[in-house]
């Protein structure tokens, strides 16, 4: 497998004669490179005008491998030719280098330039390619190609650093300046130049030696510096800086002068380990998602609607500790299915996707503003309230396609996201959406339960936020100016929005209609204790009690017998009379339901047996004449969801007032 290296370019705030003088004095030892054992030179000579001057050494290098390896491939040393080209006139040094020893079975190539950096003459810049492949090393392929890798590493983490050793050795000895080259006699005439090179060329049996039209970096090129990458992007290895080199170069080839900024590319090489070829496939797809849907206008022209600035509970909240843009979101006072039947599911993926270039824009700001990379943003969901009704099956679907579509286009964003408050039905949404996110994204949820978040010491939500900027509905001073939510009143609901009912209702959802004191049961036999049973119901007209009912298992009706493999559940409606404290025990509160009420619920089937969904019209307003009046209609939907899907997900989440859940604990770093 061939391995590839791509520098950024390094700069010397030096100028290109004294870098040179700097750099000769690596030689022919350099103690800060160990493996460096020492080398001599088997050529040394000048171009009739002086300007162009050739050296090759050959190096010799320590093998720093496990000593067993060492006897296997019998030897210690091995040995590289370095051809140097110095083309004074352009002040420009050109480096190649290749390996000698196991040429037949390993071949390393190593280009480097130094040159004056175009936008300011008193500095020097550095850049370096290298490739390495091993095609046959004695069956140790793989644990050369990792050794020379990680020695490459160490070497070239070191580069800058030696120059900047023997710089300041220089100074200690008094020099601080060192004249550019001039000829001895008249300028040379560029045809004699161009002579001198070619001269040069065919004694080289290396290619690209020297070249006075070797093209120099422009600007953009330029701000890939190491020093750039550190202050803007952030402290990456070496091979991480070669990928995000690489990927640049690609894209470029691709698109031209489009090319999208750093940290974008940095944040799908990050999302895809650092692949190239894979971050630059799906960072070609998300460029043609955003031409098609305009997504970079989206800032300037996104126009929120009235309802969303009413009723939706979120907004961009100061800053973490580490400088991270803040954004909370309160979906446990989000009316999901209102703000779907107000605005629409492209409407509220819109929303999504302004608030997501909204952290983009917020992310550059600060880091302009705090001196250090701040690439990622912070989320804070707080769920006080949070119940069944944020699981009806629409919104489910909407969050399902938002959540992919972030993914895919704004990978890498979420540094943090800090679950508060969670209830007891949590786990159930958590484990419905949790497989839609990236493992990656999903290490940096952290889960509080109750109020475990007010805990002082290591563990507290002032482990990731300054205290005065807690909001004051967790408890802090910190005033918000995010919207409490509520619900949205069914007159902004727009009919244009509604689903057929034989689309979705009329699949899903079945309708009923009850007399004064009639009942109606859904019956569902378990024998999945852990099950999940789940109901969402709308109140049509009058008044409603529902109830949730159970009967165990006995000897005389063991139901195990009849149910089914793999779901073991079966489900009936019957008009049995089932009566607490008769037949069957209550499970659930009973609620009284109003008219025009969305009701959704949730309910663990801990134990085997029949569970019973019971709605029953209430008894009221006999005197009224009209028979019709006093049928209530409702229509619901219910189901099962095995207790597979919910194992380890519970956890200490079932209770509200339980504590910091085990998960927290182990995302916390």
Request: charged letters at 25%; glycine letters at 6%.
């Amino acid at each position: 497998m061939v391995q590839q290296y791509q520098s950024p370019v390094r700069v010397y705030k030096h100028p290109f004669p004294l870098v040179m003088m700097a750099y000769e004095r690596r030689f022919p030892t350099c103690p800060q490179i160990p493996v460096f054992i020492g080398c001599e030179v088997t050529l040394e000579e000048e171009s009739p005008c002086g300007s162009v001057r050739t050296t090759e050494r050959r190096c010799k290098l320590n093998v720093d491998a496990p000593y067993i390896l060492k006897k296997i491939i019998g030897v210690d040393f091995i040995y590289f030719i370095q051809r140097n080209v110095l083309n004074r006139h352009s002040s420009i040094l050109e480096i190649e280098a290749y390996n000698e020893s196991f040429a037949s079975r390993v071949t390393v190539l190593e280009k480097c330039r130094y040159f004056v950096h175009p936008e300011n003459p008193e500095w020097t810049c550095f850049e370096q390619t290298a490739s390495l492949d091993i095609k046959n090393f004695f069956g140790f392929e793989s644990s050369m190609e990792k050794l020379a890798m990680k020695q490459y590493a160490q070497n070239i983490a070191k580069g800058k650093e030696i120059i900047e050793f023997f710089i300041n050795q220089l100074e200690e000895d008094g020099i601080t300046y060192v004249a550019p080259w001039v000829p001895t006699e008249k300028e040379p005439s560029l045809k004699d130049e161009n002579s001198c090179v070619e001269e040069v060329k065919k004694q080289s049996p290396l290619k690209e030696s020297c070249n006075n039209e070797t093209k120099l970096p422009n600007s953009r090129d330029m701000q890939m510096s190491s020093d750039y990458i550190e202050r803007y992007l952030g402290k990456l290895d070496m091979m991480q800086e070669s990928r995000l080199v690489q990927l640049r170069h690609s894209i470029k080839e691709l698109r031209g002068s489009s090319v999208p900024g750093d940290a974008t590319l940095l944040r799908f090489l990050r999302a895809s380990e650092f692949s190239v070829e894979k971050s630059k496939e799906m960072l070609t797809q998300s460029l043609h998602w955003r031409k098609k849907y305009q997504i970079d206008k989206l800032l300037d022209e996104y126009e929120m609607p009235q309802v969303v600035k009413d009723y939706f509970p979120g907004g961009w909240h100061h800053f973490d500790k580490e400088g991270r843009p803040l954004y909370i979101l309160r979906l446990g006072q989000m009316d999901v299915k209102g703000l779907l039947k107000s605005i629409g599911e492209d409407e509220l993926l819109l929303l999504a996707l302004h608030i997501c270039e909204e952290g983009l824009q917020l992310m550059e700001e600060a880091t302009n503003v705090s001196g250090h990379p701040v690439s990622q943003w912070t989320l804070l969901i707080d769920l006080e309230g949070l119940n069944m009704r944020h699981l009806w099956r629409p919104g489910i679907k909407a969050l399902l396609r938002i959540i992919e579509i972030v993914e895919a286009n704004y990978p890498e964003t979420l540094g943090r996201v800090l679950i508060m408050r969670a209830p007891r039905c949590f786990p159930i949404l958590w484990t419905l959406i949790s497989t839609f996110i990236h493992e990656n994204t999903r290490n940096k949820f952290i889960f509080y339960c109750g109020t475990d978040y007010q805990e002082q010491g290591a563990g507290g939500l002032a482990d990731y936020i300054e205290e005065q900027y807690i909001p004051d509905f967790l408890g802090g001073t910190a005033e918000t100016y995010v919207m409490e939510g509520g619900v949205v009143p069914k007159s902004l609901y727009r009919m244009d929005l509604e689903v057929p009912s034989s689309e979705h209702e009329h699949c899903l959802y079945q309708s009923i209609s009850l007399g004064r004191g009639q009942v109606h049961n859904v019956i569902i036999r378990s024998n999945d204790p852990g099950a999940v049973l789940t109901w969402d119901f709308d109140v049509m007209r009058h008044n409603v009690l529902f109830t949730v009912l159970h009967k165990a298992v006995d000897d005389t009706n063991n139901i195990s017998g009849t149910l089914t493999v793999p779901s073991q559940i079966e489900h009936e409606i019957g008009n049995k009379e089932w009566k607490e404290g008769i037949n069957c025990v209550k499970v659930e509160p009973s609620i009284t339901c109003h008219d025009g009420e969305s009701i959704q619920g949730t309910h663990i089937m801990q134990e085997p047996g029949t569970y019973i969904l019971q709605w029953q019209n209430s008894e009221e307003e006999e005197f009224l004449p009209s028979i019709n009046f006093h049928k209530a209609q409702l229509m619901y939907f219910y189901e099962t969801l095995p207790s597979s899907h919910y194992r380890g997900s519970m956890m200490s989440l079932q209770s509200a007032v339980s504590g910091r859940s085990v998960a927290s604990s182990s995302l916390s770093r």
